[in-house]
């Protein structure tokens, strides 16, 4: 596609359920990234996938976040169990490999936990 | 860790005038690459410019330039002719160029207000 894109755009759901966030990258782009942005703040960094290397990790903030990308293009944001402190929107960015290569940011999944 | 500082949570600009946004940053590395993103209310996160830092001289988009102060750590972005659309959040960010260093570390952001 000619941008990166998410679904669904906003998600309400209760306290305790899962949601699983869909990011389809820029055709062409092995690296995707995924970022939360909770209200007033900046991105915070969760993970980083490139072509078929093992993902970095690093910055998802409990075992009940996790992510996959299949056929290194389209990939999932789980978040299990979900809390209020969840809420947040959820960023997906894909780039090229080159180094310093600038990520191309999708509009966001708005994500409200009741 | 990277840190991204801007100090400035709100402007306002009359229109067709200049402003200038703030950001501080700070590092150990030498070689690094600094970003200036746009976001407006539909969260779409739009680059404004970059800067490879080993470049001296300050990068340029049309009426959007950068100051950029390697040995200040400093990396200011000028909109000039300010216009109705640029009203935003502008966040600064920042990207190591070690290799397998892979993420974006962001300020928290400006709000810009353009006055008509």
């Known amino acids: 596609g000619a941008g990166v894109s998410q679904s669904p755009s906003n998600k309400v759901t209760e306290k305790g359920k899962d949601v699983e966030l869909r990011c389809d990258p820029i055709?062409?782009?092995?690296?995707l990234y995924w970022y939360r942005q909770s209200l007033g703040q900046g991105l915070e960094f969760l993970i980083y996938?490139?072509?078929?290397?093992?993902?970095?990790k690093s910055g998802l903030p409990s075992d009940r976040f996790s992510a996959e990308r299949t056929g290194g293009s389209v990939s999932t944001l789980t978040i299990q169990r979900t809390q209020q402190e969840d809420s947040a929107v959820y960023l997906c960015?894909?780039?090229?490999?080159?180094?310093?290569?600038?990520?191309?940011f999708g509009p966001g999944t708005r994500l409200l936990v009741l | 860790a990277q840190t991204v500082t801007q100090s400035q949570p709100e402007m306002s600009v009359q229109e067709a005038e200049t402003v200038t946004l703030s950001c501080t940053y700070d590092?150990?590395?030498?070689?690094?690459?600094l970003f200036w993103y746009k976001q407006p209310p539909s969260r779409q996160m739009i680059l404004v410019i970059r800067?490879?830092?080993?470049?001296?001289q300050n990068a340029t988009e049309n009426r959007f330039s950068v100051n950029f102060q390697k040995a200040a750590k400093s990396f200011s972005l000028k909109i000039s002719d300010s216009q109705l659309g640029d009203a935003a959040m502008y966040f600064c960010?920042?990207?190591?160029?070690?290799?397998?260093?892979?993420?974006?570390?962001f300020g928290t952001g400006t709000r810009l207000t353009v006055i008509p």
């Open positions: 590092t150990s590395e030498s070689d690094y690459y």
């Open positions: 960010a920042y990207r190591s160029a070690f290799p397998g260093a892979n993420n974006l570390f």
């Open positions: 055709s062409g782009h092995t690296a």
């Open positions: 800067q490879e830092a080993y470049k001296q």
């Open positions: 960015a894909s780039s090229s490999t080159r180094a310093g290569e600038t990520q191309y």
């Open positions: 996938f490139q072509g078929n290397s093992a993902p970095d």
